[in-house]
């Protein structure tokens, strides 16, 4: 008789996107003639760039042609995509990354949850709540201790390491889904002294570092010994609207040694096992965000997302609600009002002001009393849904 990973029994069932679209559903059947404006779920919104659609096209005619077709290729990726991603942390970070430090994937999602195969199951992993679900149930499916770092007003939902801090593996996201926080240079060098001091492990998501228009890291590299103790994770989603097209990256630098063991080398022989490449017509899309033109273009999309966070900052603090994000982040993250609970919060916008949001409490115990709004809108709407706000 087979046997299951019994793991999976212990893993709590999401319901939260399902309950809002459930309550949104029944709002709209009752109230046919209100307008909805949704700031809830975390996808973009914007088409793909021109120069995008273009390569895609071009590389599919090469995928039919019989002097042109490709079969299998690299299963980390072209040489021509990681050596432009290369070049890009070069240019925009001054971060110098060898070609065969960049594994190019589905998607960040899939990299995340799969980086601790590498990992024994005896790790302590630490995430901080609020928090991105991925990041636990993961670790769950595999029976891992899970301990939480707990960001709050007091710390503006940025924790840092103290002596107190205990566990192996520790994941951050900065910019931050879902509360828009983005550590500073110091806090991420605390972070970096922290991992190395005890020889932790940093996993790094950088999905939203395109959003940082500030002084701040848009990589956990930028702070010296960062190759050390850190991975980092990074997508094409946010950053160029491939949340449907579906390309990442993750780096793993040559640097990170653990017990004789390169984490690199290990990653390398889990993907040529486990994974097949990402598709050529998908890689030449992606090499196209990083023309002149498409830089130029996927920054102009991502102003228009900052723009209406800026929208919505605006009336937040005109009504004097404590939040954090809104900067160099597509996310609001704000206190509701009158001590109300974040389902009740989610409820008086959505059937007073017709507004849908995502309750914080979904995203941890500590989101609890919180919401998170979304800048993944049209400018109309936003302004619309903050002229309704304020009234
Ligand atoms: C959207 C997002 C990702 C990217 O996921 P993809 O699989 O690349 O689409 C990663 N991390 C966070 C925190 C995200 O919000």
């Not at 430090?101 to 601790?116: L, M, P, R, W, Y």
């Not at 301990?147 to 002596?163: H, Q, T, V």
């Not at 520790?170 to 001091?197: H, I, Q």
């Not at 640097?255 to 080398?265: E, T």
């Amino acid at each position: 008789m087979y046997k299951i990973n019994g793991n999976y029994a212990n893993l709590k069932e999401s319901y939260l996107f399902t309950d809002i679209a459930k309550k949104v559903a029944n709002y709209a059947a009752a109230n046919p003639d209100k307008k909805l404006i949704k700031m809830g779920i975390g996808d973009v919104t914007q088409p793909l760039i021109p120069e995008v659609v273009e390569a895609m096209k071009k590389a599919a005619g090469e995928m039919g042609s019989k002097e042109t077709f490709r079969g299998y290729g690299p299963e980390q990726g072209y040489g021509f995509l990681r050596e432009k991603i290369a070049e890009y942390y070069l240019t925009q970070m001054n971060v110098q990354l060898d070609a065969d430090e960049i594994f190019v994937s589905d998607g960040a999602k899939s990299d995340i949850g799969n980086f601790t195969d590498l990992l024994s199951d005896d790790n302590v992993i630490v995430v901080p709540d609020p928090v991105y679900p991925v990041y636990v149930d993961s670790n769950l499916m595999l029976g891992r201790r899970i301990e939480y770092i707990y960001g709050n007003e007091s710390n503006n939902f940025l924790p840092l390491p103290d002596e107190k801090t205990t566990g192996d593996v520790f994941y951050l996201c900065s910019p931050n889904n879902p509360t828009g926080a983005v550590f500073s240079r110091e806090m991420l060098r605390k972070w970096v002294d922290f991992a190395l001091k005890t020889k932790s492990l940093i996993l790094f998501d950088a999905a939203y570092e395109a959003f940082i228009r500030e002084d701040l890291p848009r990589s956990i590299y930028e702070i010296e010994g960062a190759k050390e103790c850190a991975v980092e994770f990074c997508s094409f989603s946010k950053t160029a609207g491939f949340t449907g097209t579906r390309c990442g990256y993750t780096v793993v630098p040559k640097a990170l040694k653990i017990d004789g063991m390169s984490l690199n080398k290990m990653w390398l022989r889990r993907q040529t096992t486990k994974f097949n490449g990402v598709s050529y017509v998908t890689q030449r899309g992606a090499e196209a965000v990083f023309t002149p033109s498409g830089l130029l273009n996927v920054r102009k999309t991502i102003d228009g997302y900052l723009e209406n966070a800026k929208i919505m900052t605006k009336t937040v603090r005109e009504k004097g609600i404590w939040f954090t994000g809104g900067v160099n982040s597509p996310y609001l993250w704000i206190q509701c009002p009158d001590k109300m609970s974040s389902w009740e919060y989610f409820d008086f916008l959505l059937n007073t002001y017709q507004v849908v949001g995502t309750p914080g409490s979904g995203f941890g115990k500590n989101g609890e009393g919180y919401f998170r709004l979304t800048a993944f809108n049209t400018k109309e709407n936003t302004i619309e849904a903050m002229k309704r706000i304020s009234k």
